[in-house]
């Protein structure tokens, strides 16, 4: 890669955007291991990320176990 093709914003965001994924993921497995329902992590994860109840709701599907 050349270095004046480097986008230093899309970086920052791909880096959130993959901190942001893990951060969900842990959020979900952890609340989970200590024996919150899906509709309790659900709300938590709408709640903390600012998504919508679907939004949170196929996320939390996503990594629930």
């Known amino acids: 890669?050349?270095?004046e093709e480097f986008d230093a914003e899309k970086y920052e965001r791909t880096i959130r955007a993959e901190g942001r994924e893990e951060s969900i993921r842990y959020?979900?497995?952890l609340l989970q291991e200590v024996g919150q329902t899906k509709v309790f992590v659900?709300?938590?994860i709408a709640e903390k990320y600012v998504l919508s109840h679907t939004?949170?709701?196929e996320i939390?599907?996503?990594?629930?176990?």
Do not use: S
């Open 42 to 44: 659900t709300d938590k």
């Open 60 to 65: 939390t599907n996503q990594y629930w176990k």
């Open 27 to 29: 959020i979900v497995e």
């Open 1 to 3: 890669m050349i270095l």
């Open 55 to 57: 939004e949170a709701e």
